[in-house]
């Protein structure tokens, strides 16, 4: 059972270069996000998709683009990385069924830009 | 969105009952209560959720007040594993809203 799997789980860039990161779910779950934390705080949402083909705006989504092409997948891009953006990004998956569905939680990509 | 208050840290011993409280005074009544926890290096782990009444799993037990606006997660004989940061997030359809956790340290 893969569940949620991140990709890459380490990136270094430098200032003003862009990347994607990769979620990948095998629990054919409608509800995907993305959050970024931060050293010490709580978990932040950036964006989220609630179905193939759509995306949402969460608490911090400055700086950040998505595409939910294909139902499995949420990729998160960063046009012009900066060092604000350093932070470790974990993406999370759920079933439809309102809030009573649990989130499962990938093992998280630590990104840091300098 | 409001977030939840939670102490920022709590100390047990190895083996004795733990009580992680939570206040959420301005839940509204569809959004649920989730617990999730964090070891060092990991992403969040699911623990348990409510939205009315008590509950009971594996892992722990989830007391809801009577007017929902505090819980308190209950960590029945705590060990070494369980040192953890504990989120209390108030679940709505769509979305978890994180505050910052417990920090729990557990003795032996």
């Known amino acids: 059972n893969a569940g949620v799997t991140q990709t890459p789980k380490f990136r270094v860039l430098k200032t003003g270069q862009s990347m994607t990161l990769l979620c990948a779910q095998d629990m054919n779950h409608e509800y995907m996000y993305w959050y970024r934390q931060d050293p010490g705080m709580g978990l932040r949402l950036i964006h989220y998709?609630?179905?193939?083909?759509?995306?949402a705006k969460g608490e911090v989504p400055d700086g950040y683009n998505v595409s939910r092409l294909k139902k499995q997948n949420f990729l998160l891009g960063l046009e012009s990385a900066a060092p604000s953006q350093t932070s470790v990004y974990f993406c999370?998956?759920?079933?439809?069924?309102?809030?009573?569905?649990?989130?499962?939680f990938g093992d998280g990509t630590r990104l840091s830009i300098l | 969105d409001a977030k939840t208050t939670q102490p920022n840290s709590m100390e047990s011993n190895e083996e004795e009952p733990v009580h992680l409280p939570c206040n959420h005074s301005?839940?509204?009544?569809?959004?649920?209560i989730h617990w999730y926890r964090q070891l060092p290096s990991q992403g969040p782990e699911y623990v348990i959720h409510g939205l009315t009444s008590n509950v009971n799993n594996r892992m722990a037990s989830l007391a809801i007040a009577e007017d929902r606006k505090s819980s308190t997660l209950i960590l029945h004989r705590a060990t070494l594993r369980d040192a953890a940061v504990y989120y209390c997030i108030r679940a709505n359809t769509d979305k978890l809203i994180f505050g910052t956790g417990t920090r729990l340290q557990v003795f032996p």
């Open positions: 999370a998956s759920r079933g439809f069924t309102g809030g009573g569905q649990p989130q499962h």
């Open positions: 998709s609630v179905g193939e083909g759509t995306t």
């Open positions: 301005t839940i509204s009544g569809t959004d649920y």
